[in-house]
């Protein structure tokens, strides 16, 4: 009993630590689990229309020489009626044979209404552009290097059809399946299933329970869809923000004051992650799009006593105050071990904190393999890697420090879509301790001089 209550004493300030992962994930988790399940249960049957509208799929194109043809084939398969879509490919400046892939897919798919525009560089432009150029009810966009589940362009308008309140939609995202079987590389390969995991318990699970609160960050440009009439609306995409995406969901939602949800019945199938250096890019632009964004749309609405009542200020106090207690479990260990602390004791406090988000991926989990009843294949790819589970709460880790890096460079340098890579950060930071080091050896000599 004694070592018990010698533990517990030494582990209390991990402990109180540990009661933010419990408030701020694991009792949201749990609940929204629950609600989910219980949506998932009470899930309306759909009703097809008596004529399928017409659809146009804009295809942003920059250098898709070797993934364009089989995206269009994507399309081709879809169980959409062809004489019902209209596909704009958006060339962004490709300088690569992209027109050749398109050339291709003419002859291949007949049946397929193909477009070809030229376009002003950036994809947010091609993206206008193309808009502009489409005749279809409704607009749904794809990147290029993707693959569309072949139920996903029905299931969107099924939704649409049947409730004229949703003005716009995001699919749900996944890497492919045997793409992430074939990723070379040991730790690559572990890379590579988190980020599936990370993909299909945000879509499936995450921005589900957001859109049915009327909370959907971002509809991901990737994959969104849109009544045009309401598409017409906006200010188009946003050329001046990285974060074009979450721009459009707030014109849509906030400005507009129109409805946006999630379609988890549609899925886009994309490349997985190339590596670590790839992430590291990522996340950045995301978190540099996301306070850009945010900055904008929080000008009247920030402040704690609105905390409650406002999602935005709610989800940055989250993303960000509350990342900083990772800092914390970092760097504290080296404090704590210098004023005696037991490095044992640390080890058993980190197991605990480990634990409980361990808990949370497997809340997530089992939602997650439930609501994928719909396509077997894919659920039993997700049930198989259950072990991810173990590893995800250290890939979240690693996330959340490149993302707190993410936010120190959104203040420090002007917005970019190729965002510095982790070797070009690495060498600029190696410059600075140098620098700092040769300061503090030359003002060492000036003061034995000066002795």
């Not at 879509?85 to 400046?93: F, G, K, S, T």
């Not at 560089?121 to 489409?134: D, F, P, Q």
Request: positive net charge.
């Amino acid at each position: 009993m004694y070592w018990i209550n010698l533990a517990l004493t030494r582990m209390g300030f991990w402990i109180t630590w540990a009661l933010i992962p419990i408030v701020v994930e694991i009792i949201p988790a749990i609940i929204s689990t629950i609600k989910l399940m219980h949506m998932h249960m009470h899930e309306k049957k759909l009703t097809p229309p008596g004529k399928w509208p017409y659809v146009s799929i804009i295809v942003p194109v920059y250098n898709s020489e070797d993934t364009l043809f089989d995206c269009i084939r994507s399309i081709n398969n879809q169980t959409y009626p062809k004489d019902a879509m209209q596909i704009v490919l958006a060339n962004n400046q490709s300088t690569d044979d992209s027109f050749g892939a398109y050339a291709k897919a003419q002859n291949t798919f007949p049946e397929l209404i193909l477009r070809y525009v030229n376009t002003d560089n950036g994809k947010a432009k091609a993206l206008n552009t193309a808009i502009y150029e489409s005749i279809g009810t409704y607009v749904i966009n794809i990147d290029s290097d993707g693959l569309l589940e072949p139920h996903a362009v029905e299931n969107m308008v099924l939704r649409f059809e049947n409730d004229f309140s949703i003005a716009a939609m995001t699919g749900a995202i996944l890497p492919k399946e045997e793409m992430v079987q074939n990723v070379k590389g040991f730790w690559h390969r572990i890379l590579a299933k988190n980020e599936y995991y990370e993909y299909a318990q945000a879509f499936m699970s995450g921005r589900t329970i957001e859109s049915s609160r009327d909370q959907l960050f971002t509809m991901s440009v990737a994959f969104s869809a849109f009544r045009r009439e309401v598409l017409m609306e906006t200010f188009l995409y946003d050329i001046d923000t990285v974060g074009e995406d979450t721009d459009m969901t707030f014109q849509i939602r906030t400005r507009l004051g129109k409805k946006v949800v999630i379609c988890a019945d549609a899925i886009f199938y994309v490349e997985p992650i190339s590596g670590f250096k790839e992430l590291y890019t990522q996340r950045q632009r995301w978190q540099r799009g996301e306070l850009e964004v945010t900055h904008n749309y929080m000008s009247q609405s920030a402040g704690l006593k609105r905390f409650f009542n406002n999602f935005l200020v709610r989800r940055m106090m989250i993303d960000h105050t509350f990342s900083f207690p990772r800092m914390i479990w970092t760097f504290a260990s080296f404090v704590l071990i210098a004023f005696g602390f037991s490095a044992w004791i640390l080890l058993l406090s980190y197991l605990l904190i480990y634990s409980l988000y361990v808990f949370v991926a497997v809340v997530n989990y089992i939602s997650v393999s439930i609501l994928l009843r719909k396509y077997p294949k894919e659920q039993h790819y997700y049930v198989r890697l259950w072990w991810v589970t173990l590893t995800l709460p250290i890939y979240v880790f690693i996330c959340s420090w490149i993302r707190l890096i993410g936010i120190i460079n959104a203040m420090t340098t002007k917005a970019s879509w190729g965002m510095r890579g982790i070797n070009t950060e690495m060498s600029q930071l190696k410059n600075v301790v140098k620098d700092d080091i040769q300061t503090i050896r030359e003002q060492r000599k000036k003061d034995r001089k000066g002795e």
